[in-house]
């Protein structure tokens, strides 16, 4: 079992940054491949960011690339999501996840933290 938490959200004016972290609470965090979802009011959970066990590989949504990094620090059993240009449409409750596979678009999302808020102002 793996418990993720996620911290770092709140309210931002359009324009700024922010980063998301997600701790894990296991210690073969590098045994998993990393992934940031959101979820929209009224709108279904969607992929954002992944990246491989060993930060090897990314991936991201079209609609967040270039503006989203994700990273990971395994000797920090802790995942990051920097955010840039944030956007009202970026407002949303946001996933880590984490899963198994080879690669980024396979992996398999077994674990998720509780999400936390992010709400873009205008």
């Known amino acids: 079992q793996v418990q993720l938490v996620e911290s770092g959200g709140g309210l931002v004016r359009a324009g700024g940054s922010l980063t998301l972290s997600c701790a894990a609470s296991?210690?073969?965090?590098?045994?998993?491949?990393m992934g940031w979802f959101r979820q929209a009011p009224g709108k279904e959970r969607e992929f954002v960011a992944g990246?491989?066990?060993?930060?090897?590989?990314?991936r991201y949504s079209d609609s967040v690339k270039g503006r989203f990094t994700i990273s990971r620090d395994n000797a920090k059993n802790t995942v990051y999501l920097r955010i840039n240009s944030l956007q009202p449409e970026d407002t949303a409750v946001y996933y880590c996840?984490?899963?198994?596979?080879?690669?980024?678009?396979?992996?398999?999302?077994?674990?998720w933290g509780q999400g936390i808020q992010v709400t873009v102002s205008s």
């Open positions: 990246i491989t066990w060993s930060g090897g590989s990314t």
């Open positions: 996840t984490a899963g198994a596979g080879r690669v980024v678009i396979t992996t398999v999302y077994e674990y």
């Open positions: 296991r210690r073969t965090f590098t045994a998993y491949n």
